[in-house]
Antibody, heavy 123, light 109 residues
C-alpha cells in the first residue's frame, strides 16, 4: 500500500522552530520528488515547497511566503522527508501535508497525500 | 503566478443529480490540470490529472474536460460520498507545485 505518514506537529510560540517528518512506504521513495502543502483552518491549499530526487541533485524550491525560513530535506535510507520550520509566524498555523509529486511533461500532480499534521503558532 | 478561479464557491445538488464545477486559469496551462476531492478532516485525494484522465480507482461518474484556461469537473450522478470540497491545481507553470483554486464545496440540496 502506498502511504505517507506525517509527524512532528504541535504548538509553538512565534519565532520558534519545529521539524516535521514524512515517512513513506509502498513506492520508490528515493526516485520521487516530495512536496509539502499546507492548509489553514477553513482555507484552501497552499504549496509550501519540494525536494527532488538524488538524480535531480536534491534540488529544493519554496513558496515566497516561507523562503528563507523553511528547509526541506530527505533521508532516502529512511524513506523520510523533513520540513524544518524556523522563525515561525502566526500565519504559518495550518495542517501540513506531505505528498509525492508525480512527474508530468511539465510540473507535478500530487498522489498520494499523507493524513496531515497540525502546526499551531501561538503565544 | 497563475491564478486559478473556481466557480461556484458552493454548489447545492440533490443526490442522483449532475454536478458541474468550473475552474479558470489566468493564463493558459495547456492540459496540465488536476482535480482533488477533500472530505472534512481528511487529506485531499487525486481524482483527475492531465485535465481528463481519471486516477486509479476513481469511479467513472467523475469526468474532467477542458484545456488552455477553461476546465470542468463533472459528477454525472451524485452519490452521498461525493459531497465534499473540490480543488483544481495547475502544474504547468511556476511554482513547482503549481497553484490551487480556492475550492468548490458540493453540498446536499
Amino acid at each position: 500500500e502506498v502511504q505517507l505518514v506525517e509527524s512532528g506537529g504541535g504548538l509553538v510560540q512565534p519565532g520558534g522552530s519545529l521539524k516535521l517528518s514524512c515517512a513513506a512506504s509502498g513506492f520508490t521513495f528515493s526516485g520521487s520528488a516530495m512536496h509539502w502543502v499546507r492548509q489553514a483552518s477553513g482555507k484552501g491549499l497552499e504549496w509550501v515547497g519540494r525536494i527532488r530526487s538524488k538524480a535531480n541533485s536534491y534540488a529544493t524550491a519554496y513558496a515566497a511566503s516561507v523562503k528563507g525560513r523553511f528547509t526541506i530535506s530527505r533521508d532516502d535510507s529512511k524513506n523520510t522527508a523533513y520540513l524544518q520550520m524556523n522563525s515561525l509566524k502566526t500565519e504559518d498555523t495550518a495542517v501540513y501535508y506531505c505528498t509525492r509529486g508525480v512527474p508530468a511533461a511539465r510540473g507535478n500532480w500530487f498522489d498520494p497525500w499523507g493524513q496531515g499534521t497540525l502546526v499551531t503558532v501561538s503565544s | 503566478e497563475i491564478v486559478m478561479t473556481q466557480s461556484p464557491a458552493t454548489l447545492s445538488v440533490s443526490p442522483g443529480e449532475r454536478a458541474t464545477l468550473s475552474c479558470r486559469a489566468s493564463q493558459s496551462v495547456s492540459s496540465n490540470l488536476a482535480w482533488y476531492q477533500q472530505k472534512p478532516g481528511q487529506a485531499p485525494r487525486l481524482l483527475i490529472y492531465g485535465a481528463s484522465t481519471r486516477a486509479t480507482g476513481i469511479p467513472a461518474r467523475f469526468s474532467g474536460s477542458g484545456s488552455g484556461t477553461e476546465f470542468t469537473l463533472t459528477i454525472s450522478s451524485l452519490q452521498s460520498e461525493d459531497f465534499a470540497v473540490y480543488y483544481c491545481q495547475q502544474y504547468n507553470n511556476w511554482p513547482p507545485g503549481g497553484t490551487f483554486g480556492q475550492g468548490t464545496k458540493v453540498e446536499i440540496k
